[in-house]
C-alpha cells in the first residue's frame, strides 16, 4: 500500500474543540508572534478560490467577538496591529473593515482634539465653561461625564473622538445591518454626540443597503374623478378565460361592462373595431379612455385613433393594475361567474355566457349607485347648462367611494420634480435611485435614470 493509517478513538468528551482565543498568537509587550501562517496569507497559496473563501469567512466569524472585547480592553498591552494582523486580508474579501482600537488610542486622540482636549481638561476639573461654544453640546452630558484610563466616559460608554468616527461605523456598518441593530450594539459600548443621526445616515447613504432594501409600504390610492354621465370616462383591459382572450370595457359612471370573445386575435386593429362598435351603440366616444400597457393599446395605430375620436388616453402605471381598479373588478366579476357556471372553452358556449353574465349585471342594482347599470346608461344624466348641480346618483356614488377610500386612507407621499427618489425596478429585483422628471398624476410619475 502507498499509505499507511492507524485510527484511533477519541470520546467526545475528550475532543474540546479550542475556542479563537485559544488559538491567538502569543502576545508579548509590543510584539506578536505567528508561529503558524495566518489564514490571509492563503491568498498566497495554491487554493481554490472557494477554499479561500471559507477559511476567511470561518476566521471572521470567530475573530469578530473577540476584535470587540480586545478593542478597548485596557488590562491587555496589544499594540494597535495586533488585532489587524489576526483578521487579516478580511476587508478584502468579505469587504469588511475591522479597525481595533485600544484605550491608549481613544485617550491619545481626545488629548490631541482641540474639542475634546477642552472637555477633557473640563471634566477633569470639575468646571464646565457655559459660554465656550466648543463644548457647549456637551451640557446636558457634562454631569455624567467622569474620566477613566484617560478616556472620557459617559455612564458605562467610551466617549469616541471626532477622528475614530467614520472608522467605528464603517466597522459597525460592515454587514449591513440595520439602524435599529446598530443602536443596540453601540447603547453600551460608545457615544459620541449625534451618534443616532450618524447612525442613520450610514445606512441612508450605503448603496448596497438602498438596492435591496424591503419595499416600502405602499401608498394610498388615489380616487379617480367622479364621472357624471355615460361614458365621460371608461376603463378597458383583455382577460383569458380557458385559452380564449376576452376584450373588457367598464363605464366608470353607470358600471355597465361590455365584453367581446377575441378568440387568439388581440390585434390592435380589431381592438379598435370593436371598441368603436361599442362607442356607435351609445351616446358616442368617451372623454376619457383607461388602459393598462398592453401592447395593443401603447401601438402608434391606438394612439392615433384616440386623437382623430377626441379620446384621452391614460395608462396605469406598469405593474400597479389597481390603477385600472374598475377594469380589474370587472375581469374579477367575470372569471368568477364563469367558473362557477362551469362554461367550457367552446366559443359559441362562451359567448353565450358572456352575454348572459353581462345582462344579469346590467339587471342588478349596483353597490355603489344603488341603480342599475342599464338604466344609468340610458338615463343618466348628460351635459347640461347647469354641470355645478350633481345628480343624486352621483352623489350618492361619491359618497360610497369617500367613505371606503377614506377608512384606508394612509400618510400619502408625494414628490415634486427634481427630487431624488428610489425606483424598484422588477425585472431585475433590485432598487436604484432616479430623478423626478415629470408629475403626471397624484401617485404616478416619469423618473429618470443613469
Known amino acids: 500500500m502507498e499509505y499507511s493509517f492507524t485510527v484511533k478513538h477519541i470520546k467526545g468528551s475528550s475532543n474540546n474543540t479550542a475556542d479563537s482565543l485559544s488559538r491567538l498568537p502569543v502576545v508579548t509587550p509590543g510584539t506578536v508572534s505567528a508561529?503558524?501562517?495566518?489564514?490571509?496569507?492563503?491568498?498566497?497559496?495554491?487554493?481554490?478560490?472557494?477554499i479561500k473563501s471559507a477559511a476567511v469567512n470561518k476566521v471572521e466569524a470567530e475573530v469578530l467577538y473577540d476584535v470587540k472585547h480586545l478593542a478597548f480592553n485596557p488590562d491587555l498591552n496589544i499594540a494597535p496591529c495586533t488585532v489587524s494582523q489576526v483578521v487579516g486580508d478580511i476587508s478584502t474579501v468579505?469587504?469588511?473593515?475591522?479597525?481595533?482600537?485600544s484605550i491608549k488610542d481613544v485617550a491619545a486622540a481626545t488629548k490631541t482634539c482641540k474639542v475634546y482636549g477642552k472637555l477633557y481638561r473640563a471634566v477633569k476639573s470639575g468646571i464646565f465653561d457655559k459660554k465656550d461654544k466648543d463644548i457647549s453640546k456637551f451640557h446636558g452630558v457634562f454631569d455624567s461625564l467622569y474620566i477613566e484610563n484617560d478616556v472620557i466616559h459617559l455612564g458605562s460608554r467610551i466617549v469616541i473622538p471626532p477622528k475614530f468616527h467614520d472608522r467605528l461605523l464603517a466597522e459597525l456598518h460592515a454587514s449591513h445591518i440595520g439602524v435599529v441593530s446598530m443602536k443596540k450594539v453601540v447603547r453600551d459600548i460608545f457615544w459620541w454626540p449625534g451618534i443616532t443621526k450618524s447612525i442613520v445616515d450610514i445606512a441612508a447613504k450605503c448603496d448596497g443597503c438602498r438596492r435591496y432594501k424591503k419595499k416600502p409600504p405602499p401608498n394610498s390610492l388615489s380616487v379617480w374623478p367622479f364621472a357624471r354621465r355615460p361614458l365621460e370616462r371608461v376603463h378597458v383591459d383583455f382577460f383569458e378565460y380557458k385559452g380564449k382572450h376576452v376584450l373588457l370595457m367598464v363605464d366608470a359612471f353607470s358600471k355597465k361592462i361590455w365584453t367581446q370573445l377575441m378568440n387568439t386575435d388581440t390585434t390592435t386593429s380589431k381592438t379598435l373595431a370593436i371598441l368603436y362598435g361599442w362607442f356607435c351603440t351609445e351616446s358616442g366616444p368617451p372623454t376619457t379612455l383607461v388602459s393598462d400597457n398592453g401592447p395593443q393599446f401603447t401601438a402608434h395605430d391606438f394612439g392615433d385613433k384616440m386623437k382623430l375620436w377626441g379620446i384621452k388616453h391614460v395608462f396605469s402605471p406598469p405593474y400597479h393594475p389597481c390603477s385600472n381598479g374598475a377594469a380589474e373588478r370587472g375581469v374579477q366579476l367575470y372569471k368568477d361567474r364563469l367558473k362557477k357556471m362551469n362554461i367550457s372553452a367552446q366559443p359559441v358556449e362562451l359567448y353565450v355566457a358572456l352575454a348572459y353574465i353581462g345582462k344579469v349585471h346590467g339587471l342588478t342594482p349596483h353597490s355603489s349607485t344603488d341603480r342599475c347599470p342599464f338604466e344609468l346608461i340610458k338615463k343618466g344624466n348628460l351635459p347640461s347648462l347647469f354641470p355645478h348641480l350633481t345628480s343624486d346618483v352621483s352623489k350618492q356614488s361619491e359618497l360610497t367611494v369617500t367613505r371606503h377610500s377614506t377608512a384606508k386612507l394612509r400618510n400619502r407621499k408625494s414628490f415634486e420634480e427634481g427630487d431624488t427618489v428610489v425606483v424598484y425596478d422588477n425585472h431585475k429585483k433590485l432598487s436604484y435611485p432616479a430623478v423626478v422628471s415629470e408629475i403626471l398624476g397624484t401617485n404616478n410619475y416619469l423618473v429618470l435614470s443613469d
Open 35 to 50: 508561529p503558524f501562517p495566518m489564514v490571509h496569507d492563503t491568498s498566497n497559496m495554491d487554493l481554490p478560490l472557494g
Open 94 to 101: 468579505a469587504a469588511w473593515d475591522l479597525v481595533p482600537l
